[in-house]
């Protein structure tokens, strides 16, 4: 009987453990919020980094890129700021709505990682996401001229028959 009680009381030090973990990782405790979202996207594609809010009047939603979190993009009590950067030129945009970030024509230089910082009346909450850029290399160059050439093949053909 000892024994089985020894064997509950484990299993409910466990439980409670797990249950901590659990919510330590689901950032219950404190308002800090922090999770990375893998991001892949082709070279010169367009990428939208999304914040799943909607800007209200006094927030202020941030974006940093890189390990040094150097500070890339703002908007704050509903006015947009896009830093001169040089590694981003005329490449980001912001939405006044959500605060999301869209990087266009990306290029190697844009991949790495962007930090989301949202702060409002709730608190501090934020994100990360981990954006990788596949080159368009010569194969899929390669492919699309190909596709272009048959298409324009079956057009000259479907023409040729009208
Ligand atoms: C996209 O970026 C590449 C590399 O920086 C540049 O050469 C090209 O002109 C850009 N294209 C557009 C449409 O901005
Ligand atoms: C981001 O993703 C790349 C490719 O998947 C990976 O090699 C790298 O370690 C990731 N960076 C972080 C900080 O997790």
């Not at 979190?69 to 006015?79: D, N, S």
């Not at 981003?88 to 930090?115: A, C, H, P, V, W």
Request: hydrophobic share 45%; charged share 20%.
């Amino acid at each position: 009987m000892f024994r089985l009680y020894c064997l509950f009381r484990k299993m409910i030090h466990s439980a409670s453990f797990f249950c901590l973990c659990f919510l330590l990782s689901n950032g219950v405790f404190g308002a800090d919020r922090d999770e990375m979202k893998s991001v892949s996207v082709m070279e010169r594609d367009s990428v939208s980094l999304n914040t799943d809010v909607k800007v209200q009047r006094e927030d202020q939603i941030l974006w940093m890129f890189g390990p040094q979190e150097r500070r890339i993009a703002e908007i704050h009590k509903q006015v947009i700021h896009i830093d001169a950067n040089p590694t981003f030129e005329k490449r980001l945009q912001m939405d006044d709505q959500t605060g999301s970030l869209t990087i266009r024509n990306i290029t190697n230089e844009q991949s790495g990682l962007y930090t989301l910082q949202i702060i409002n009346n709730i608190g501090n909450t934020r994100k990360r996401f981990n954006v990788t850029v596949f080159a368009l290399n010569e194969r899929s160059r390669h492919t699309k001229s190909v596709a272009v050439i048959v298409l324009l093949l079956v057009i000259a053909v479907v023409a040729g028959l009208l």
